[in-house]
């Protein structure tokens, strides 16, 4: 487990890092917890010439806020950090469930939910939450800012739209207000822990009990997080019976390319997908009527 | 330092672990010699592959690099590395090459080794060596390989190794005229050990006195030792091997290849040289363990008396037979007739060679395997019979017996009360509440199950029943100082178990003085001559007798000269609580350190004595001890994830005698989780290349604190009549029991669901997929 040399780089502002990428083309990788890129460089399936350290932004990339109407969490907050938040707790508080079902402790106080999002691993916890509260990051390059959907971030396993010297500095997720409810339900491997599949569910309730919004996503069935969009036309507009729910979740897995390997076949992930999706749906519509 | 009360039988405080709680133990990666260069390896990436040549020209012109090596450049030049001697069962094995030499066998056999001043350029160089290969067909399953269209391992021999059968009564007949029949193909499936310290060494040769040092961990240093002086072509005692604070063995930490490539290197260099496995390389290349496919028949009368058993064994060698593995699969066959009466038993056992890693022992040792057989058809039979697994035990336990006793697999069991066992776990885990709570949780669609099993294991190796040649001994040694203070120096060698504080307990006792004043030396062939190590569930039977030998010829020997000092009958004298006394005056006392210095004195001995207080015993136990336990696991099922909750593991040992109550529960926390492991968790997953898939911690599941259940642990004490201490071993019992255990309780939750029996690990794909099997 030796990694191949590198330079290494830690610059004082997320502008300063952009450059650095900029002058090493094909090289330069930014490292924030390391939590995914260290295991990768030392297996020497990374090996990256220059690691441009982001550890010295924190002041203006780690931190969380409420602007109101949207969760503003710096990328480079820890998940430790966010399942501790009393911000989250108060306003989303399936993201604290989800930094919570994150590995253990050690990777929790160095991992960041902008690492998490940028190295776009298929069984990764945050993207199923994320996608279901419609999430957006704010990306940093050489012209400025731009805004994108999570959705639209990730592209396939470890296949971010990121561009080299692009750096994610801040993860918006909208605040809904009314009778709403989330869940995650993770169902772990037994030796990493990463998710076989995980299901985020966010429901918002009207005032007569019917589902006026129904979103779904589900992690590690698939080369991507994807949202469940079959199940959310089925139960958009219903009231959430137990049968209601679990007929919807039966078609969990549709459109699903799930995937195998040692930790479950694709018939087993199927199966998870739909048996995760009624049981955190559950959850978040219990959640929405309490 | 005197002390009246027994420290046999107390829960001393472990002396080990203060050390290293504090973070202050020295294991190989902290020991650090000035000059050190550091070895790298380059392994197989095919499972059988010719090796067509090797280029090493890059690696060698880069900086750093002072070595590069093939094993063109050392055979035969320096010697193979052991395999085991198969001379009982008319066989020999294959050699085995400290580096492939024609022929790569198994991904992650070495093939090239560099040297460079750092670790970090080591481990660059060896992506510069390249080799050409002609991949060729593996065998990789040991079915196929035994069959005679199967690839070959080794070109010159077929893969087949050791056919060795054992027969009792007739078990035909048996079958003919029983009330039910069970058979099933079951699998025991290959895992790792996994101890936290990878395997590491370092040696540093001194070309002065040509003498050559190793720091390495392992549980044989002078099994090492040994295995070195004949590879290098040395003298035994100019090699010194020493194993420091060792981070786990469980039976997979011994004479490996790397360890002669490491003092190889040392001899070229004229420098130390290290090396310090990766997780990787050791998934790849330290043996791993277990791997049978077994045919199990077994049959019953319509009283659910047992009448027959037949096994057939075909046990996966690897690619070399290493260590005692070929005779642990006939060892493991055996055991299988389990704690019970069983008239007619018939075994086949076969050994094949594969291009996977080699295999070895691993806590339990083939046992764990030949035990899962025979509860897993009990229960199976039970079903059949509408019994309850704990009453078709009840009639068929072997009698209690306080003799050595044969059986009918052919061990000579020691002394045993197994029906008791079974009584107290199910006082214990308030049997006949849990099936309450059960019928219960099925009413509100729970599926709880219990699993009962009954084991025996093997310890205090000792004679082997099978093949007298592996007979083992073990060495202590006790000496006096003149200040009265006492030292055992000990061939078992110790890494967690416990043994420095178990052994001051017995030593102590043999004196009447307090344990403090007893040191424990272990763990270095310079300091302790003799010596065959920590395994097998062997030290306290056999490094503990040894030691407590060892003592008393020092305390009869100070009992005489305090006879003397006295002018007392020496018949006449005790040592009581650390004073020698003359019991026909009994004001008449010395001080144990006055008699420990008058053994040093011209005048204070008698003319006849010689100096010195420093006695040692080789000790051979006559037989094997044999530990038994019955466990009960309590679990729950999701049966729409397939996911198992263990919640209680309730525990039974009997290892005869207990020394340290404290050390022996923790034996069954960390034996008992690793049962667990391979009952729902661990698998070495090679596809049909020969690739290991999950060759790191990130794929391979091993059971963390969090994944243990509840356990509640109770002991029963039937005395080994074998030994004066009354011990047997222990620490591999509940290895052997958990599986079974955990095993029958999944299958018990799933049964009305027709789910009858399920492969391990259980993961929860494949409970998932019994009961959809089950389900059609
Ligand atoms: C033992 C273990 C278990 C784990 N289990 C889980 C689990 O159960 N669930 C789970 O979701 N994750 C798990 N992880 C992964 C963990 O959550 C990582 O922390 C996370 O995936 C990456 O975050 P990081 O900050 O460590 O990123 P790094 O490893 O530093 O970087 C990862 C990638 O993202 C890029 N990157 C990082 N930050 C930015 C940024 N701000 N902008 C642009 N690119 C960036 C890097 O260049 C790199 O390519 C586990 C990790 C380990 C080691």
Known sequence: MIPGAFDYAAPDTVAAAILLLRERPGEGKVIAGGQSLLPMMKLRVAMPGLIVDLRKTRGELSHISNDGSNLRIGSMTSHAHVAGSDVVQDTLPVLAETAAEIADVQVRNLGTIGGSIAHADPVADYPATLLALDAQAEIAGLNGVRVVSVDELIMDAFISTLAEDEIITEIVIPITEGRTGAAYIKFANKASHFAIVGVAAHVVLDDSGYLSRVAVGITGAASRAARATAVEDTLRGQVPTPDAISAASALAADGLECIADLHGSPEYRQNLCRVLTRRAITRAVERARE | MATDAKLVGQSVARREDEKLLLGRGAFVEDIKVPGTQWLSLVRSPHAHARIRSIDTSAALQAPGVTAVFTGKDIHPRFGTNPTVPLRFYGAESAPYDLIAVDKARHVGEVVAV???????????????????????????????????????????????IIHWRHQLGNVSQAFEEAAVIVRERIVNQKIHGVPMEPRAGLAHWDPVQETMSLWATVQTPHALRDHLAEILHLSSDSVRVVAPDVGGGFGVKHEDPEYALLCIASMHLGVPVKWVATRTEDFLAMHQARGKTSYLEVSADADGKLTGLRVRHLHDLGAYAKGPEPSLSASSAMISTGVYDIPNVEFEVRNGYTNTTPQGPYRGAGRPEGIHLIERGLDRLASELGLDPTEIRRRNYLPPFDQPMRTGGGDVFDSGNYEASLDQVMELSSYRQLREQQQQARAEGRHMGIGVASWVKTGGSGPSPVDPSSSRYEWGRVRVDRGGKVTLFTGSSPHGQGGETVFAQIVADVFGISDDDVTVLHGDTATVAHGVGTYGSRALVTGGMSAKIAAEKVRDKMLKLSAHMMGCEPDHMTLEGGVFVCTTNRERTLPFAEVADASFQ??????????????????????????FGTYIAVVEVDTETGDVDLQRLYTVDDQGVIVNPMTVVGQVHGGATQGIGQALYEISEYDQTGQLLNASLMDYAIPTAEMTPE??????????????????????????????????????????????????????????????????
């Open chain 2, 114 to 160: 560099v040297v460079a001043d750092t670790r970090y350029g080591a481990r660059d160089a060896a992506d510069l060596i390249f080799v050409d290969y002609e991949p060729l067909e593996a065998a990789i399953d040991v079915e196929k390989a035994l069959r005679d269209d199967a690839p070959r391992v080794h070109d010159d021999r077929p893969n087949g």
């Open chain 2, 711 to 776: 356990f509640v642990v109770a002991f029963s004490e039937t005395p080994s009549p074998l030994n004066s201490l009354g011990v047997k071993g222990m620490g591999e019992g509940p290895t052997t029991g958990a599986p079974s255990a955990v095993v029958n309780a999944v299958v018990d939750a799933l049964s009305p669901l027709g789910v009858s029996h399920i492969e391990m690990p259980l993961t929860p794909e494949r409970v998932w997929r019994a009961i959809q099997d089950a389900q059609g």
């Open chain 2, 602 to 627: 011209v005048l204070a001995r008698p003319a006849d004595m010689e100096f010195g207080l420093d006695e040692d015993s080789f000790y051979q136990p006559s037989g094997l001890t044999y530990n």
